[in-house]
């Protein structure tokens, strides 16, 4: 009779506690996973322990009194005095009562009881202690059968006591006069929270209501904010929940604009089991539309329509939107919510699987900026559509893999796109309608040969089909065409790796040649380039087969890359690794000496039949030291062509940092100046929980400063609070400005933030 008596008595005990922790509490948000939900199974293994065990047949009470300690499933009991009566079935702990559950969370109290089959429970002078060190307090907590936890003037602080070793006050705490948790529906009631820094009332609310406690419901809750900028003043931004449900959230954000009146934001977020949407609004009539004199936001009203949405309708599958229009293309930069230069429309469906992917979609590009008017829109191409599908397929058996590839990209364009940076003409984009159909059929395998000599052949054929209409009447542009090529490709990649120890150093030296074979003379089998206008040779594509970003590009002829790589470990994370070579190209077409209007990046590096030089080196020593570089010279060594260089220190706190770039000038892509540069940080701890970071960078070049910048920091490990001041030079991007950022950060040690970052002055 004893051990089934022990058996309910740790059930019942338990029960209550899983209760009161309550479902959504252990998802995720403010408090740890595992928090007091760790399943309980009949039958289980019991003990008890205690001083004295009495049982009254008269009463039908059993008393364990007396440093009693029960242990079930993982769950230890203590306290001083334990009551059952069988012929209620009501437990009762008489003063102060323990417990901690498997994942090690604590929680205390005064005189809990358990009556009718756990319908009701009821907890006096609550702490409940997080195996991170979190806490939650209440005055007591009634657990009922309408399936509510509800905490009296709860307080929740996710350091403890928030005292640190010397007396004084860190992070932050919530006290609220009520907490209701729905077990239902996990939904969350907060009367009157008030949010308390470093031990100082900063915020309330009269009340708060959250669909659930877990780490994607608080991400939703919205903060106030604050910005300023010289055109509109300060913005103060105060959103509110005014309808919030599992599924469907409605928020307010009323703002005020000191220059330019009252804006006001709407957005309804509807979630479904297998994906979500949101529409969002905003918009304000202009107080002082001169702010913006000869931009295209001089005008009274503004304001803009976004929406977004995606879903699962099959396993693999995701399928989505995303849509913005505006009265004007500045109106998201200059009220700050979007400081892009561009934006983005799309429709798509994407299916990704380990060996497979498919993405299909139509996009239309807008500029943003204070310039750009619905004229400059046409500049911008659509993708009507951009579709792309990549595939492996493993032989198995030491027979290697087949590779497929595809691309279907339609562009359709209103206007030519040309820039002249220095009298260089580059055209981004013609008017007019271009499509390009690619495609790759390609087999790999690795062989391992003698003395370790690692082969990797490769051998394919590629397909472009393209058409151009001709509607621009650029100079440049091609006249109407169609364009069709087959491009057999063949490679062989060999590596010689050399490794060898001297004591706990191990060395490495893989020598490294590769030959590719392009059969086609063709470079621009897209007609015109739209998508690889971006180029750069150095040591992370010195082993490429085709280096350019885009299908409408590729390399052509026959072509050698030589070189190796150089590492050597010290042990104890401390490394050297240099990478080095060239490449050569030896017969056929030379893709990178090809008239491209587009302009696409420093394609000199590798015009000639020997390309420049390039290395890589990359170094720690000790954990506390990094450095890294790469240069690029001309082909016969006697002019840097691209340099640079960085290194950081951390050390018990203090942290250094040194940064150069150099970059010759090339008159031929419009950049006839050299662009060369250095620059410094600094990071300095102060007194405990502060620390002051500094930053300046000169323009060599110019002979002038580019940028300077300091902020100081609050980080208890809790809050993280902190200024930071930034001034540009003349030749900075962003010339002659002054920009002042805050930031706050709430942490707690269940992985839930929440804080603001951004400028408090223009």
């Given at each position: 009779?004893?051990?089934?008596?022990s058996?309910?008595?740790?059930?019942?005990?338990?029960?209550?506690?899983?209760?009161?922790?309550?479902?959504?509490?252990?998802?995720?948000?403010?408090?740890?996973?595992?928090?007091?939900?760790?399943?309980?199974?009949?039958?289980?293994?019991?003990?008890?322990?205690?001083?004295?065990?009495?049982?009254?047949?008269?009463?039908?009470?059993?008393?364990?009194?007396?440093?009693?300690?029960?242990?079930?499933?993982?769950?230890?009991?203590?306290g001083?005095?334990?009551?059952?009566?069988?012929?209620?079935?009501?437990?009762?702990?008489?003063g102060?009562?323990?417990?901690?559950?498997?994942?090690?969370?604590?929680l205390?109290?005064?005189?809990?009881?358990?009556?009718?089959?756990?319908?009701?429970?009821?907890?006096?002078?609550?702490?409940?202690?997080?195996?991170?060190?979190?806490?939650?307090?209440?005055?007591?907590?009634?657990?009922?059968d309408?399936?509510?936890?509800?905490l009296?003037?709860?307080?929740?602080?996710?350091?403890?006591?928030?005292?640190?070793?010397?007396?004084?006050?860190?992070?932050?705490?919530?006290?609220?006069?009520?907490?209701?948790?729905?077990?239902?529906?996990?939904?969350?009631?907060?009367?009157?929270?008030?949010?308390?820094?470093?031990?100082?009332?900063?915020?309330?609310?009269?009340?708060l209501?959250?669909?659930?406690?877990?780490?994607?419901?608080?991400?939703?809750?919205?903060?106030?904010t604050?910005?300023?900028?010289?055109?509109?003043?300060?913005?103060?931004?105060?959103?509110?929940?005014?309808?919030?449900?599992?599924?469907?959230?409605?928020?307010?954000?009323?703002?005020?604009?000191s220059?330019?009146?009252?804006?006001?934001?709407?957005?309804?977020?509807?979630?479904?089991?297998?994906?979500?949407?949101?529409?969002?609004?905003?918009?304000?009539?202009q107080?002082?539309?001169?702010?913006?004199?000869?931009e295209?936001?001089?005008?009274?009203?503004?304001?803009?329509?976004?929406?977004?949405?995606?879903?699962?309708?099959?396993?693999?599958?995701?399928?989505?939107?995303?849509?913005?229009?505006?009265?004007?293309?500045?109106?998201?930069?200059?009220?700050?919510?979007?400081?892009?230069?561009?934006?983005?429309?799309?429709?798509?469906?994407?299916?990704?699987?380990?060996?497979?992917?498919?993405?299909?979609?139509?996009?239309?590009?807008?500029?943003?900026g204070?310039?750009?008017?619905?004229?400059?829109?046409?500049?911008?191409?659509?993708?009507?559509?951009?579709?792309?599908?990549?595939e492996?397929?493993?032989?198995?058996?030491?027979?290697?893999?087949?590779?497929?590839?595809?691309?279907?990209?339609?562009?359709?364009?209103?206007?030519?796109?040309?820039?002249?940076?220095?009298?260089?003409?580059?055209?981004?984009?013609?008017?007019?309608?271009?499509?390009?159909?690619?495609?790759?059929?390609?087999?790999?395998?690795?062989?391992?040969?003698?003395?370790?000599?690692?082969?990797?052949?490769?051998?394919?054929?590629?397909?472009?089909?393209?058409?151009?209409?001709?509607?621009?009447?650029?100079?440049?542009?091609?006249?109407?065409?169609?364009?069709?090529?087959?491009?057999?490709?063949?490679?062989?990649?060999?590596?010689?790796?050399?490794?060898?120890t001297?004591?706990?150093?191990?060395?490495?030296?893989?020598?490294?040649?590769?030959?590719?074979?392009?059969?086609?003379?063709?470079?621009?089998?897209?007609?015109?380039?739209?998508?690889?206008?971006?180029?750069?040779?150095?040591?992370?594509?010195?082993?490429?087969?085709?280096?350019?970003?885009?299908?409408?590009?590729?390399?052509?002829?026959?072509?050698?890359?030589?070189g190796?790589?150089?590492?050597?470990?010290?042990?104890?994370?401390?490394?050297?690794?240099?990478?080095?070579?060239?490449?050569?190209?030896?017969?056929?077409?030379?893709?990178?000496?090809?008239?491209?209007?587009?302009?696409?990046g420093?394609?000199?590096?590798?015009?000639?039949?020997?390309?420049?030089?390039?290395?890589?080196?990359?170094?720690?020593?000790?954990?506390?030291?990094?450095?890294?570089?790469?240069?690029?010279?001309?082909?016969?060594?006697?002019?840097?062509m691209?340099?640079?260089?960085?290194?950081?220190?951390n050390?018990?706190?203090?942290?250094?940092?040194?940064?150069?770039?150099?970059?010759?000038?090339?008159?031929?892509?419009?950049?006839?100046?050299?662009?060369?540069?250095?620059?410094?940080?600094?990071?300095?701890?102060?007194?405990?929980?502060?620390r002051?970071?500094?930053?300046?960078?000169?323009?060599?070049?110019?002979?002038?400063?580019?940028?300077?910048?300091?902020?100081?920091?609050?980080?208890?490990?809790?809050?993280?609070?902190?200024?930071?001041?930034?001034?540009?030079?003349?030749?900075?991007?962003?010339?002659?400005?002054t920009?002042?950022?805050?930031?706050?950060?709430l942490?707690?040690?269940?992985?839930?933030?929440?804080?603001?970052?951004?400028?408090?002055?223009?």
């Amino acid at each position: 009779m004893s051990i089934e008596w022990s058996q309910r008595l740790a059930t019942a005990s338990v029960a209550a506690f899983l209760a009161l922790a309550g479902p959504a509490m252990a998802q995720g948000g403010l408090v740890p996973q595992r928090f007091f939900n760790d399943p309980v199974q009949p039958g289980g293994q019991a003990s008890i322990e205690a001083n004295t065990l009495t049982i009254d047949s008269q009463t039908d009470l059993i008393t364990a009194t007396g440093d009693v300690v029960y242990t079930y499933q993982g769950y230890t009991l203590r306290g001083d005095k334990l009551v059952f009566d069988r012929r209620t079935s009501d437990l009762t702990f008489e003063g102060y009562s323990y417990i901690r559950d498997p994942a090690g969370n604590v929680l205390e109290g005064q005189d809990l009881e358990v009556r009718d089959e756990l319908k009701t429970g009821f907890i006096e002078a609550l702490t409940i202690t997080t195996y991170d060190g979190a806490r939650i307090t209440a005055d007591s907590v009634e657990y009922d059968d309408a399936l509510q936890t509800l905490l009296n003037n709860p307080t929740y602080s996710p350091c403890g006591e928030c005292v640190d070793a010397e007396g004084r006050r860190i992070g932050w705490s919530v006290r609220a006069t009520r907490f209701v948790q729905n077990n239902q529906d996990n939904s969350i009631t907060i009367e009157q929270p008030t949010l308390e820094i470093l031990g100082i009332p900063i915020a309330w609310l009269p009340y708060l209501w959250l669909p659930d406690a877990s780490q994607s419901a608080l991400s939703r809750v919205r903060t106030p904010t604050f910005d300023s900028t010289e055109q509109i003043g300060a913005k103060v931004e105060v959103p509110f929940m005014a309808y919030s449900s599992r599924y469907t959230d409605i928020i307010l954000t009323p703002t005020l604009v000191s220059r330019q009146g009252f804006l006001m934001g709407a957005e309804w977020v509807q979630r479904f089991d297998a994906g979500s949407f949101n529409v969002k609004a905003s918009g304000l009539y202009q107080t002082a539309p001169d702010a913006f004199a000869g931009e295209v936001g001089d005008r009274d009203w503004r304001g803009m329509i976004q929406t977004s949405g995606s879903f699962r309708p099959a396993q693999n599958w995701l399928v989505g939107w995303s849509y913005t229009t505006f009265t004007d293309a500045s109106y998201l930069r200059d009220y700050l919510f979007d400081e892009s230069d561009a934006s983005q429309n799309s429709v798509y469906a994407t299916y990704l699987k380990e060996d497979r992917y498919f993405d299909a979609r139509v996009q239309q590009f807008r500029e943003l900026g204070e310039t750009i008017t619905w004229d400059h829109q046409d500049r911008q191409g659509a993708a009507l559509p951009n579709v792309r599908y990549d595939e492996i397929i493993r032989l198995g058996d030491g027979r290697g893999q087949i590779e497929l590839t595809g691309r279907l990209l339609n562009i359709v364009r209103g206007d030519d796109y040309t820039t002249s940076p220095n009298g260089v003409t580059h055209v981004l984009g013609f008017e007019g309608n271009k499509t390009h159909v690619m495609g790759l059929a390609a087999w790999r395998d690795q062989w391992i040969g003698p003395m370790g000599v690692v082969a990797t052949p490769y051998a394919g054929v590629r397909f472009d089909a393209a058409s151009y209409d001709g509607e621009s009447d650029h100079p440049l542009s091609p006249d109407s065409t169609s364009l069709f090529s087959l491009t057999p490709i063949a490679a062989m990649d060999v590596r010689w790796p050399w490794a060898g120890t001297s004591g706990s150093t191990v060395h490495l030296i893989e020598p490294t040649v590769q030959i590719a074979y392009r059969g086609s003379s063709e470079a621009m089998p897209g007609i015109v380039n739209d998508n690889a206008q971006s180029f750069v040779f150095d040591d992370t594509n010195l082993f490429s087969y085709d280096r350019f970003s885009g299908t409408d590009r590729q390399e052509t002829g026959l072509r050698a890359n030589v070189g190796g790589r150089y590492q050597v470990d010290f042990g104890g994370d401390s490394y050297i690794e240099l990478i080095a070579g060239h490449s050569f190209h030896l017969a056929g077409t030379n893709a990178f000496n090809f008239d491209d209007p587009s302009q696409p990046g420093a394609t000199d590096a590798l015009a000639e039949d020997v390309s420049y030089g390039v290395l890589g080196a990359y170094a720690a020593f000790t954990p506390y030291l990094r450095a890294g570089g790469k240069v690029v010279v001309d082909s016969d060594y006697s002019e840097i062509m691209r340099g640079a260089l960085t290194a950081s220190l951390n050390v018990e706190g203090y942290t250094a940092g040194l940064d150069y770039f150099y970059e010759a000038g090339n008159a031929n892509a419009g950049a006839p100046d050299d662009r060369h540069e250095i620059g410094a940080t600094l990071g300095i701890p102060l007194m405990d929980y502060w620390r002051l970071t500094a930053g300046y960078y000169w323009d060599i070049a110019a002979n002038t400063w580019l940028q300077t910048s300091a902020g100081l920091t609050y980080d208890d490990g809790y809050l993280m609070a902190g200024a930071n001041l930034v001034m540009t030079g003349p030749t900075h991007h962003d010339p002659d400005d002054t920009r002042v950022t805050a930031s706050i950060l709430l942490k707690a040690p269940a992985g839930f933030t929440a804080g603001y970052s951004g400028a408090i002055a223009p």
